[in-house]
């Protein structure tokens, strides 16, 4: 199962790079995960914020791969335990389809985006910067991994 990160945002510190590449390393062997940065449209004084969200919604779209599941990242999503994501990921491997976890720009996620993704999922109710988020999704996959696979990790 490939497990994709698409996020909106430029890119990120070295604590960040780092941080991502080391829970990566420890994901399961068949669960191959790749950050995948999407350009960010340039924000202009005065600009429409849902003009933004909505080009970079295209953006988004077009680096799903086709078959795979869309996963939004919004604060607005359903809130899950990591017991919860445990659950849904282990279901999502024996589909034996991709993944595709998807977070907005500096102006949120396109609202058409959001309700056409097969779930809508909250890390918070607080607004989390990009290179947080990214460390934040690849070390619960590590969490889920660990539970999954009966490892001490989460306790």
Not at 95 to 121: K, N, Q, T, W, Y
Request: aromatic letters at 6%; glycine letters at 8%; charged letters at 25%.
């Amino acid at each position: 199962m490939k497990l994709r990160l698409l996020t909106v945002s430029h890119r990120q510190p070295a604590w960040v790079v780092d941080g991502c590449a080391d829970y990566a390393r420890r994901l399961p062997r068949n669960w191959r995960f790749e950050v995948v940065e999407i350009r960010p449209e340039p924000r202009r004084q005065g600009g429409d914020p849902e003009r933004t969200r909505a080009i970079e919604a295209e953006r988004l779209r077009a680096a799903v791969p086709p078959g795979a599941r869309c996963v939004a990242l919004d604060e607005r999503g359903l809130a899950w335990s990591t017991a919860q994501f445990a659950a849904r990921l282990q279901a999502w491997e024996r589909e034996a389809r991709d993944v595709a976890f998807v977070v907005g720009g500096a102006d949120g996620l396109d609202p058409a985006l959001r309700a056409g993704a097969d779930v809508c999922v909250s890390l918070s109710p607080l607004t989390l910067p990009h290179g947080l988020v990214r460390v934040l999704v690849v070390e619960q996959l590590y969490r889920v991994a660990s539970i999954l696979r009966g490892h001490p990790y989460h306790k």
